[in-house]
C-alpha cells in the first residue's frame, strides 16, 4: 500500500499543538507518528509529534510497543504519565469503559470492574477524593425492587431487573469520559507521573 503524504495544512497544524516539540519528551525535530499505525488516516487525533528517538524506541520497537488505545488516551489528554509504567496498573482497571454500549460483558463483570477501579483509585495519593467521584460516576446504584410474594417467574420483577441493567450500561456510556479525565487529572498528584 501507498503512504499517502500527510496535507502541509494538518501537518502543521499538529506540530503548531505540541509547538513543534516531541509530544513525548519535548525533543526537537519531531516526526508525525500515525498511532493506529495506518498511514492512510491522516486525521489530526490520529497524529502525534515525537522526536526521532521516541519515534523508534517507543513505536517501532516490538519489544516495547505502547499498545494504540493508550497512545490515543496520551494523544487526547496529552499527559506524559499516561505512558509511565505505573500508570499501567489504572489503564488496564479502565479499559471496560471503552465501547460500552457494545461490551459484550454482563452487567455483574461490569460493575465488578467498576469496583476494582474505584477501590485500586482510592489507594493512591489523594486516591479518597478521586474513588468518591468515580463511585458517583461509574458504581451501580442499590436499587429497591418490586416483586411477587409468589413462587415462580415474576415477569415484572424481570422487567425492573432488565431496566437496571439497561440503565447501568448507560450510565457508564453517558459517565466513561469524564471518568477518564477524573483518572488523568488524579496523575497530577502522583510522585511518579511527575518525575
Known amino acids: 500500500m501507498a503512504r499517502e503524504s500527510i496535507p502541509k495544512g494538518l501537518k502543521e497544524k ?6 513543534h516539540r516531541c509530544a513525548v519528551c519535548g525533543g ?15 486525521t489530526q487525533e490520529n497524529l502525534l509529534p515525537l522526536c526521532p528517538n521516541c519515534h ?13 488505545p493508550k497512545l490515543q488516551l496520551f494523544r487526547k489528554f496529552k499527559d506524559p504519565g499516561i505512558l509511565k509504567p505505573q500508570f499501567h496498573p489504572i489503564y488496564v482497571r479502565q479499559t471496560f469503559l471503552d465501547d460500552v454500549e457494545v461490551n459484550t460483558e454482563t452487567v455483574d463483570t461490569l460493575e465488578k470492574h467498576a469496583t476494582e477501579l474505584i477501590e485500586f483509585i482510592a489507594s493512591l495519593e489523594m486516591g479518597e477524593f478521586y474513588s468518591k467521584r468515580l ?31 439497561q440503565d447501568y450500561r448507560q450510565q457508564l456510556a453517558d459517565n ?8 488523568i487529572e488524579l496523575l497530577r498528584y502522583q510522585a511518579w507521573a511527575n518525575s
Do not use: C, W
Not at 526537537?28 to 491522516?42: F, G, K, S, V, Y
Not at 523508534?56 to 494504540?68: A, C, E, G, M, S
Open 28 to 42: 526537537d525535530r519531531p516526526h508525525l507518528h500515525h498511532i493506529d499505525e495506518n498511514a492512510t488516516n491522516n
Open 176 to 183: 466513561n469520559q469524564y471518568a477518564k479525565e477524573l483518572l
Open 14 to 19: 499538529v506540530l503548531d499543538e505540541y509547538d
Open 56 to 68: 523508534l524506541r517507543d513505536q517501532h520497537n516490538p519489544t516495547r510497543k505502547v499498545d494504540i
Open 135 to 165: 463511585k458517583e460516576l461509574i458504581a451501580r446504584p442499590n436499587r429497591a425492587f418490586v416483586f411477587s410474594l409468589g413462587g415462580g417467574h415474576d415477569p415484572e420483577f424481570e422487567r425492573q431487573m432488565n431496566r437496571s441493567r
